[in-house]
């Protein structure tokens, strides 16, 4: 300290220390939002009842109950073993699951015969569990490096099964046993971005290292094949079972999550150019050459064909319409007509049901919750410290963004349909289930970076193993 005279005296024992920053916790804010997204789902659930019979729907109190009950057991739990977690992450998956609950009922009205809400209930009570499960279990993220090539190895044989089922709808993506469906490739993704995390972040110097030379560009070099040999084999044979399977959509998002963990480990942005080179070849090649995906890209190029031939309008032409009769503030909940898309107005369109019923306002809205859940992925990403850590959060939040993206691109005719349910929104029980489990890891890892920030890095002595080594 000095003293007036302009002394420097040096700091004794009795001096106190500067005050240590503390992150706050904020799982009161946790608690807040989540009780206001139970309040948002439930009041959705209300209006739809009040919109179609005039009064609130009697089992209400029953959806408003359960459902605050389930938010709340996970809330707690948080709580109590991820206590630094990034507090939008819960209350965002939470409002998401209800309103896609609502919106699954506002059409279970118009389809007596076919009622999917029960199911979605029983299937989002069913991720909810799982969510709790790993966050009770997982106590260190870096853990599940251990496993990245039996996680692969999984992911194929999940890829593979659907192959002996008969398609439906034109595609082999479902597993149907005595009534029990089931999507396999919804829990492969994460498998596979758990491999690629693995293989990459003990390989990221490697793979970064300027290899063959590519022709006269001397700035696109490869590296060498041993390195990147391993990573492409097995991407190409998750993407050919795709391909037999006539499932393009989760073909472009897996690839997709290859190239964005490929430049997030190396840094070098001639991987997104390759990456989109090759996208383009190859949907051109598959539009052209597969007849299922043939007739999707003639229906994305002119929507209204089947109109100007007397046939009616298809269900990209009746999304359109959805979308263009909600207008900027919507119909309101039960007052619109985009059941008429058809048997798939409750998983591929169901955000057709939501622009059309809740307008232009609160589609932005759907698309700004998704938007902060990619964002706060990407920071957990950025604060964590160990190259797993990063690249796992990584390409968790590009799973969602993909995904929003390839569907909202869909039913809008931004792109061709590809026929993947929309993250939470969507009728689709493996889909709900996944979406659970990826926002489970996701706050396991913000909890540890968080803590980091906050009490400093783990010791190496808690270290959860040694990493995957190089091929």
């Avoid at 490697?206 to 700035?219: M, S």
């Amino acid at each position: 300290m000095t003293t007036k005279a302009g002394t420097t005296l040096a700091a004794g024992p009795s001096d106190p220390s500067p005050p240590a920053v503390r992150l706050l916790r904020r799982r009161g804010v946790e608690f807040t939002l989540t009780v206001v997204a139970v309040l948002l789902s439930v009041s959705g659930y209300c209006a739809v009842g009040l919109a179609k019979n005039g009064t609130v729907p009697p089992g209400a109190t029953d959806y408003g109950a359960g459902l605050g009950v389930l938010a709340l057991l996970t809330h707690l739990v948080v709580r109590l073993r991820a206590p630094y977690a990034d507090p939008l992450l819960l209350p965002i998956a939470v409002l998401l699951n209800g309103l896609g609950l609502v919106l699954i009922h506002r059409l279970d009205l118009e389809t007596p015969a076919d009622q999917a809400a029960p199911a979605q209930l029983n299937w989002s009570t069913l991720g909810m569990a799982l969510f709790i499960m790993v966050v009770v279990l997982l106590r260190d993220h870096r853990v599940l490096a251990r496993y990245a090539y039996v996680s692969v190895v999984a992911a194929l044989v999940l890829l593979a099964l659907p192959i002996l089922f008969p398609p439906v709808n034109g595609a082999r993506i479902w597993v149907r046993i005595a009534g029990f469906s089931l999507q396999p490739g919804e829990f492969a993704k994460v498998l596979l971005a758990l491999f690629f995390a693995g293989y990459l972040a003990a390989n990221r110097n490697a793979l970064a290292y300027a290899g063959r030379q590519i022709w006269r560009f001397k700035r696109l070099q490869l590296p060498t094949g041993r390195v990147l040999g391993p990573i492409v084999t097995i991407w190409l044979l998750s993407v050919g079972v795709l391909v037999l399977e006539r499932d393009l959509g989760t073909s472009l998002l897996f690839f997709g999550l290859f190239v964005i963990m490929l430049y997030v480990a190396t840094g070098r942005t001639g991987w997104i150019a390759v990456g989109l080179l090759l996208a383009c070849v190859g949907a051109v090649a598959v539009g052209w050459l597969e007849p299922h995906v043939h007739s999707r890209v003639e229906d994305w190029l002119n929507p209204f064909a089947s109109i100007e031939a007397g046939q009616g309008p298809g269900q990209l032409a009746q999304s359109l319409f959805s979308f263009a009769a909600g207008g900027l503030l919507g119909t309101g909940l039960g007052l619109g007509h985009s059941v008429l898309i058809g048997f798939a107005a409750k998983s591929d369109f169901i955000l057709a049901t939501a622009g059309e019923e809740l307008g232009l306002a609160g589609l932005a809205a759907i698309f700004l919750l998704y938007a902060l859940l990619v964002e706060r992925g990407f920071r957990t990403g950025l604060a964590l410290r160990d190259p797993f850590g990063r690249l796992l959060a990584t390409g968790l939040a590009s799973i969602i963004a993909l995904q929003v993206f390839v569907i909202a691109g869909g039913v809008t005719g931004l792109i061709p349909l590809t026929g993947m349910p929309m993250p939470f929104l969507a009728q689709g029980g493996s889909s709900v289930v996944t979406n659970w489990i990826i926002v489970a890891l996701l706050i396991r890892m913000s909890d540890s970076a968080r803590r980091q920030a906050d009490t400093g890095p783990v010791p190496p002595s808690t270290s959860t193993g040694p990493e995957v080594r190089s091929a």
